[in-house]
Structures are given as structure tokens and as C-alpha cells.
């Protein structure tokens, strides 16, 4: 908040916060530009006075980081995920925090250190062997993000919050996929059988594969054809997802089901391992449809090819069956706010581009067929004269 004038004073104010703190006071000037100065000053001076304050405090990142998990993290739809990504956090951290001989303690992430952190998770590879894509980078820092603010608003600790905007890295637009009736038969073809009904499902329902596999028996109600799930969100326990079930999901799914009283959705073990029985049924999970569907992806030439693609076929299938209906498209996905769904609304220019070649064709061009003696509109027909008697 700039200067200002409270009503009834000749004077400007400062009014601003730091560190969780509000500092406020009258300049004792009616000088707008004086006041400016002053109130640098005062920023100023809230800021040493905070910097000062935070290298004191004797909370250090493990306390804060429990503090934040019991409080906030163990609620989150994907706790396991925040987990993780919090025992990074820690690890990464304290390290760069020892390597400056500085202490573990919360106050000391500052600016810097959070900097020097994402320069190491940029260089470090993923299980599969390739580096970290910023996007991955970006969900670390938005969790240590929450730890911080909270640590600041709720917790009251003398925090000086980093600046986020020089922090977070360019991510590129999500991938949409889409898929022609012929690639999606390819890819099926080259799949095991029992894994094709899960396939087939996931591109009929749109959802991810983590709601779908596997799929609770008690979420399908075949009576009022509807399938209720829990998707990910903020809320605890996720958010309720409801789509309803077309006739040929009820096909599907009548056929599925019955193998698992856990799961409707299931494969057969073809070897003996981790306690599976060879020839027996067991749930499929998305780690196992995962790299089936990926083997079947780059049979077809395809290898970029991911499980959640089929999601997004469903969305773009969905917004051209509805003549490009955004609201119908974000019912059946579940999104939570429409602009989350209008990535997919680019698989429209393809209708678009076929209706304006045919407005350009010349076949079309109300000049060339004046110009070939055709009329360019119907005559009206002149109401034939009443008879005079």
C-alpha cells in the first residue's frame, strides 16, 4: 500500500507488512514525495529489523516441516506425493544450507538458497534416466512455497518471504493429445486382452488412471448408471467426480466386473512373482497398465504415447460430439474451472479450417458464378395479378 491521507489529516500515512508483521505511522509531511522517501526508509528498516529477527529464531526446517505435515500435508488428496516431495525439500536444503556453514533453521532459506536448489533438482535425473522437466521442479517449490506462507500468516514466524516470481521456471503449455478410430485400434491390437477393457474405459470415461485403476466395484451403480469417484484435489478426501454411464460402458463394464471383489478392472498374473499365482486374476493398477500401454504405444510408433493421454482423447471426442460445447466437455473431466478445459478447445480449428476452405473454394465465390451468367440469388416470384371480374 502506497502513501495516503487519512480523512481529517494534513499529513500522509505509510501502512505496510513484512514478515508477517504491519508496520504503520504518519510521515509528518504533506509532501507526497517527501512521505515516498520516508516510507522507503521505514521498508527499509522493517526489513533489517526481520532479516535480523529470522537468523534468531531457533525453529529449524525438520520442526517446521512436521509442524506443516500434521497441519496441512497428511490432508492433501496426494499426501504421499507431498511427502516425497517434502523429504527432497528437506534434504536438498540442509545440504546447501551446511555447504555455506549456515545453520538448518527455517529463517535461513532465503532467496538464494531456494535458488541454488532449483540449479541442483534442473541437473538431476528421474528414475527413467532423464532430467527433471521444470514442471517437476515447480510442484517441489510450490509445496516449500506453502510451508513458508504458512509459516509467515498462521505460524507468525519472523519469515521473509523469498521472491516466488524470479523462482519458478517457464513451464511449457500441458500436451493434448488426440487420437484418430485407426490409432486407437493399433495401439488396442497390440495390447494383452485382458488389458483392452481398461483401455477402452479410460477412453470412454476420461478419467485418470489413478481414479479408474483400480476401480472400486461399489463406485459403479448399474441401476442409476452413474460411476462416482474421488479425484484429486485441495479438499480432503479429493473431490466427488460423477459421469454417467453410456450404453456401451454398461457393456463393458457388466464384463469386467465379477473377477475382484476389490477391483473391476483385472489381468492375469502370467508368472510367478510377489506372491502372484500364475493364471490367477489380480487388480490392475496404473503402474501395471502403465508400462503395458507403453510397450503397445511404441509397437505402433507412437513411444511418447502416456496412459493420461487417453483422458485427453476423451475431452477433445467429447468437445467435438458436443459441437464445441466447453461446459459439457468440463462435466465429463471433472475440471474445476473452465479454463482448464479450453486446452482442449484447439482441436476445433480443424472444423473451422474445413469450413473456411470451403467458403474460399471458387466454387463458392458468388463473383465467379455471376461471372458465369448464374444469378447469385433466386428471383423472388411475382404474386400472380387478382382478376379484375
Known amino acids: 500500500m502506497s502513501v495516503y491521507k487519512p480523512k481529517g489529516s494534513p499529513f500522509y500515512h505509510y501502512d505496510f507488512q513484512r514478515g508477517g508483521h504491519r508496520f504503520?505511522?504518519?510521515?509528518?509531511?504533506?509532501?507526497r514525495r517527501e512521505a515516498e522517501a520516508i516510507e522507503r526508509v521505514e521498508k527499509a528498516k522493517a526489513e533489517a529489523e526481520n532479516h535480523?529477527?529470522?537468523?534468531?529464531?531457533?525453529?529449524t526446517i525438520e520442526a517446521a516441516f512436521d509442524r506443516f505435515w500434521l497441519e496441512k500435508g497428511q490432508h492433501d488428496a496426494k499426501s504421499?506425493?507431498?511427502?516425497?516431495?517434502m523429504e527432497k525439500l528437506q534434504i536438498g536444503l540442509t545440504t546447501l544450507l551446511q555447504e555455506r556453514n549456515r545453520r538448518a533453521i527455517l529463517g535461513e532459506i532465503d532467496t538464494e538458497v531456494i535458488a541454488a536448489y532449483v540449479s541442483h533438482r534442473r541437473g538431476t535425473k528421474s528414475r527413467a534416466g532423464r532430467l527433471l522437466s521444470n514442471a517437476s521442479v515447480n510442484r517441489e517449490l510450490?509445496?516449500?512455497?506453502?510451508?513458508?506462507?504458512?509459516?509467515?500468516?498462521?505460524?507468525?514466524?519472523?519469515?521473509?518471504?523469498?521472491?516466488?516470481?524470479?523462482?519458478?521456471?517457464?513451464?511449457?503449455?500441458?500436451?493434448?493429445?488426440?487420437l484418430s478410430r485407426d490409432m486407437e485400434a493399433k495401439i488396442l491390437a497390440k495390447l494383452r486382452p485382458d488389458?483392452?477393457?481398461?483401455?477402452?474405459?479410460?477412453?470412454?470415461?476420461?478419467?485418470?488412471?489413478?481414479?479408474?485403476?483400480?476401480?472400486?466395484?461399489?463406485c459403479v451403480d448399474f441401476e442409476q448408471r452413474l460411476i462416482t469417484v474421488q479425484q484429486k484435489s485441495r479438499k480432503p478426501g479429493g473431490k466427488t467426480h460423477v459421469i454417467p454411464i453410456t450404453t456401451r460402458m454398461m457393456v463393458l463394464l457388466a464384463n469386467a466386473i465379477g473377477h475382484d471383489e476389490n477391483a473391476v478392472f483385472t489381468y492375469v498374473a502370467k508368472r510367478e512373482r510377489a506372491g502372484r499365482v500364475r493364471g490367477q486374476r489380480y487388480p490392475l493398477t496404473p503402474e501395471t497398465f502403465?508400462?503395458?500401454?507403453?510397450?503397445?504405444?511404441?509397437?505402433?510408433?507412437?513411444?511418447?504415447?502416456?496412459?493420461?493421454?487417453?483422458?485427453?482423447?476423451?475431452?477433445?471426442?467429447?468437445l467435438r460430439a458436443?459441437?464445441?460445447?466447453?461446459?459439457?466437455?468440463?462435466?465429463?473431466?471433472?475440471?474445476?474451472?473452465i479454463a482448464t478445459t479450453t486446452k482442449y478447445a484447439h482441436y476445433l480449428l480443424d472444423e473451422l479450417r474445413a469450413d473456411m476452405e470451403a467458403a474460399h473454394s471458387p466454387?463458392?465465390?458468388?463473383?465467379?458464378e455471376t461471372a458465369a451468367g448464374d444469378k447469385p440469388m433466386k428471383e423472388r416470384k411475382k404474386r400472380p395479378s387478382p382478376k379484375r371480374s
Not at 504421499?80 to 516431495?85: G, M, P, S
Not at 474405459?201 to 483400480?214: H, K, Q, V
Not at 458436443?322 to 474451472?337: E, I, K
Request: no cysteine; net charge positive; charged share 25%.
Open 80 to 85: 504421499e506425493t507431498t511427502t516425497q516431495r
Open 322 to 337: 458436443s459441437g464445441g460445447n466447453l461446459r459439457a466437455a468440463q462435466r465429463h473431466l471433472g475440471h474445476a474451472r
Open 24 to 31: 504503520y505511522g504518519s510521515t509528518s509531511t504533506a509532501s
Open 142 to 178: 510450490q509445496v516449500l512455497r506453502r510451508i513458508l506462507r504458512r509459516a509467515a500468516r498462521v505460524w507468525r514466524m519472523p519469515i521473509l518471504l523469498p521472491a516466488w516470481e524470479e523462482l519458478f521456471l517457464p513451464e511449457a503449455d500441458e500436451r493434448v493429445v488426440d
Open 290 to 318: 502403465y508400462n503395458a500401454f507403453k510397450a503397445a504405444a511404441a509397437a505402433v510408433g507412437r513411444p511418447e504415447l502416456r496412459p493420461h493421454d487417453l483422458r485427453h482423447v476423451a475431452g477433445t471426442r467429447t
Open 363 to 368: 466454387e463458392q465465390s458468388p463473383e465467379r
Open 195 to 218: 488389458f483392452i477393457p481398461a483401455a477402452e474405459f479410460l477412453i470412454m470415461s476420461g478419467l485418470r488412471a489413478g481414479n479408474a485403476l483400480p476401480l472400486h466395484p461399489s
Open 52 to 59: 535480523t529477527r529470522k537468523r534468531t529464531d531457533p525453529t
